[in-house]
């Protein structure tokens, strides 16, 4: 069964504090793996897809990689507007139109 | 334009009530969908419609019907809802529904039944 797992749950940080949110992902085959950022009450904002092992997304504070069983989202000395939960979904071969998202990982970022 | 555009953005509806939802796109996209999301969980695809097709319903109840009348509209028609029905349902838009196709949402129709 194709699943996704986001970790950790929730995190705090400190303005400047960098760190990683975690995207595990068992799929039979990968056809993309998308990166969503959720304010509360709003609807998901795309941030990045990856596709292939080894590639490496970045915009502003943030870069996402993926290997062949997980991804990271890297948020460099991040600010307290980049607070918001972070989704991970992935798309399967043989799953056309479908994105299974993980449970999202909320991200706290104080002054 | 890359925006999708939801209307209403809350609902409250009673029960017995029959409602509308409805979204729209002007990207140009031949592939809408419709996500439901309950507070504090991911978003769980309901429908897909690739060119105006249903192409993919996750054994929704009937209580939902969705139809889309061309390729920049899409509604979600709600009948005899129950109060477990109660989310944030998201609409979607892609170019189409191949590979790395990224998903545009609006911002969704928080619905409350009572």
């Known amino acids: 069964e194709d699943q996704v797992t986001q970790s950790p749950e929730a995190l705090r940080l400190q303005e400047g504090e960098s760190s990683s949110l975690n995207c595990s992902y068992t799929v039979s085959g990968l056809r993309g793996l998308f990166w969503y950022r959720q304010d509360p009450g709003k609807g998901p904002e795309f941030l990045f897809t990856?596709?292939?092992a080894g590639e490496e997304k970045e915009k502003e504070r943030l870069k996402a990689t993926l290997t062949k069983k997980e991804s990271f989202l890297h948020i460099t000395a991040p600010k307290p507007e980049d607070s918001a939960t972070y989704l991970c979904a992935v798309q399967a071969h043989g799953n056309t139109g479908k994105l299974i998202f993980g449970q999202g990982t909320t991200l706290q970022v104080k002054p | 334009d890359t925006e999708v555009t939801q209307t209403p953005k809350h609902l409250v509806m009673g029960m017995t009530n029959k409602k509308s939802l409805k979204c729209e796109q002007h990207?140009?996209?031949?592939?809408m969908y419709w996500y439901k999301q309950k507070a504090k969980k991911p978003p769980e695809l309901m429908f897909v419609y690739s060119y105006e097709k249903l192409s993919i319903n996750e054994s929704v109840p009937s209580r939902f019907s969705p139809e889309c009348p061309n390729s920049s509209l899409l509604n979600l028609h709600l009948h005899a809802l129950q109060p477990e029905d109660s989310a944030l349902y998201l609409c979607a838009s892609s170019r189409g529904t191949g590979n790395n196709e990224k998903l545009f949402f609006g911002s969704g129709t928080q619905l409350s039944v009572l």
């Open positions: 990207m140009g996209h031949r592939a």
């Open positions: 990856l596709y292939s």
